[in-house]
């Protein structure tokens, strides 16, 4: 079939994949945009399952400060190369998650950065609260590992929505590993608001 220039364009800035691809996409999707699009973001999955144990030492601090000062966030992101780190790409997308942080204050990079009593303390309060509910004995655990899969959905960055669209953030990292052709990975975050530890501090200093 013939692949119309014009849908190469709109797919090559959605995606910023190269144009041979964008063109491999649409044929392999009949020519349909959405599914070519889908096609290249499972390429891009594949792309970044395999980078992603390369070493990624380089990066940026990313920031953002909002509206009025009262609320920050900095950012650690890493990739491969310096070359990649002062792309617009790759600072745009440190600039971008850090406004992701600061709008929906995770508190983990990922699942695998939830410390271990944190996760036993939830299952605890979890299995307190279905067993209150006089759910069934066999279907506690069940419920329990439910409700701990959701707390980790919405406190983890990487598996929070990306704005108001359906893809984690986690997609739209890989679709930036695609892009840029490096392992990229978030290091660390801190988020601040102005206010948040007064307590906390009074706290301590009358100790």
């Known amino acids: ?121 939830q299952r605890r309060l979890f299995t307190i609260d279905a067993q209150s509910d006089g759910r069934p004995g066999d279907k506690v655990p069940m419920i329990v590992e439910g409700k701990l899969n959701k707390w980790l959905e919405s406190v983890c960055l990487l598996e929070l929505p990306y704005r108001d669209t359906d893809r984690r953030i986690s997609e739209l990292i890989t679709e930036k590993v695609a892009l840029l052709g490096e392992n990229i990975r978030v290091a660390r975050f801190a988020r601040m608001a102005v206010g948040e530890t007064i307590s906390g501090r009074d706290g301590e200093e009358a100790a």
């Open 1 to 121: 079939m013939t692949i119309k220039p014009e849908d190469v364009k709109r797919l090559r800035e959605k995606t910023g994949a190269g144009i041979m691809d964008c063109k491999r996409a649409l044929e392999e999707s009949d020519g349909d945009v959405d599914q070519a699009l889908e096609w290249l973001r499972a390429k891009g999955l594949s792309t970044a399952a395999k980078k992603a144990g390369r070493a990624a030492r380089e990066g940026v601090i990313a920031s953002y400060i909002h509206h009025g000062a009262r609320l920050g966030v900095l950012l650690e992101l890493n990739c491969e190369t310096d070359f990649v780190a002062r792309t617009e790409d790759f600072q745009q997308l440190g600039r971008e998650l850090a406004m992701q942080v600061a709008g929906l204050a995770p508190l983990y990079v990922s699942r695998e950065d939830v410390p271990a009593d944190v996760l036993e303390e």
